[in-house]
């Protein structure tokens, strides 16, 4: 299995950065053998604002399983989850300490995605892919409503296009019909 961890080095005794959109490096490791397979250069680094939503889509393409990492954005979270991506705590260490925590079991997973009790793992984020159900949706649809004036809709992190939620709908994303990238839920604006 593919596992990123965050970190400013590029090998095994490099030490960890656990801030996700800061750390320099995102170093990829097999967990079966633990030899790293890559070293992928993180472009949130070099952006403002909004990066991870570019380092959560890196990772994607890169078919990351784990990340271990802290300091995540809720966007890049929510790619990373509905991707399956499980997300893991990131403490001070090496890489190598992280890895080896990661094979333990020690490691606590830290994103709230999708309700603990219901995955079964500390943190709501279970390693492999799990649908959200609607308790989740629930607080989302509440937190939207909350918004006076703004109606959901999905925006695609990939090209921007937009999709009007549909009454009823509750899913957290959606798969952009123009170029098959993730559409994340966002509030906007009522419009004129």
Do not use: W
């Not at 995540?72 to 090496?94: H, K, M, N, Q, Y």
């Not at 709501?124 to 918004?147: F, I, K, T």
Request: proline share 6%; hydrophobic share 40%.
């Amino acid at each position: 299995m593919k596992i990123a961890i965050t970190s400013n080095g590029s090998q095994l005794s490099s030490k960890t950065h656990c801030d996700f959109s800061r750390a320099s490096r995102f170093i990829v490791c097999d967990t079966d053998t633990g030899e790293i397979l890559d070293v992928l250069d993180n472009p949130a680094v070099e952006i403002a604002g909004g990066g991870g939503l570019e380092a959560a889509e890196l990772l994607v393409q890169n078919d990351v399983e784990a990340l271990v990492t802290d300091g995540l954005d809720p966007s890049a979270g929510d790619i990373l989850a509905a991707s399956g991506v499980g997300i893991f705590r990131c403490e001070p260490g090496t890489v190598r300490e992280m890895l080896h925590r990661y094979q333990a079991g020690e490691l606590e997973a830290p994103f709230q995605g999708v309700a603990a009790e219901e995955t079964g793992v500390a943190g709501g984020v279970s390693p492999s892919p799990v649908p959200r159900d609607s308790r989740m949706d629930l607080q989302r649809g509440q937190a939207e409503e909350a918004l006076i004036g703004h109606h959901p809709e999905y925006v695609c992190v990939e090209c921007g296009a937009r999709l009007p939620q549909a009454p009823g709908e509750s899913a957290p994303t959606q798969v952009c019909e123009s170029c098959r990238g993730v559409m994340i839920k966002a509030a906007v604006s009522a419009r004129a």
